[in-house]
């Protein structure tokens, strides 16, 4: 059994910030890539930030410069530090992970719950 567990939502001001974890447990034997989506109300879920194994990064042109990924491989987690907030990054932020619980087993996708981010203008 694998759980992603996010936290660290909330509601903040424009120009705000929020730091989102998202914690991998149970039996893991490696991560590759993680990444963290996000939903707004009547939108399709989109892809925020990823980051591979080997640390590179990629990210959604709205939050470059903006928002940073970043994670602990000692610790399964993944982490999305997000600035100068604007009223159009509100909705659910997910956490997403590709995981192999066995060392030669594939790899598996699996998601976090979500987590509500709200920025009020």
């Known amino acids: 059994q694998v759980q992603l567990v996010e936290s660290g939502g909330g509601l903040v001001q424009a120009g705000g910030s929020l730091r989102l974890s998202c914690a991998a447990s149970g039996s893991i034997a490696r991560i590759a890539d993680m990444a963290w989506y996000r939903q707004a109300p009547g939108k399709q879920r989109e892809l925020v930030a990823i980051i591979t194994d080997g640390g590179s990064t990629n990210y959604l042109d709205s939050v470059k410069g903006r928002f940073t990924i970043s994670r602990d491989n000692a610790k399964n987690t993944v982490y999305l530090q997000m600035n100068s907030l604007r009223p159009e990054d509100t909705g659910v932020y997910y956490c997403?992970?590709?995981?192999?619980?066995?060392?030669?087993?594939?790899?598996?996708?699996?998601w976090g719950q979500g987590t509500q981010v709200t920025v009020s203008s």
């Open positions: 997403n992970a590709n995981i192999r619980r066995t060392y030669v087993g594939n790899y598996s996708n699996y």
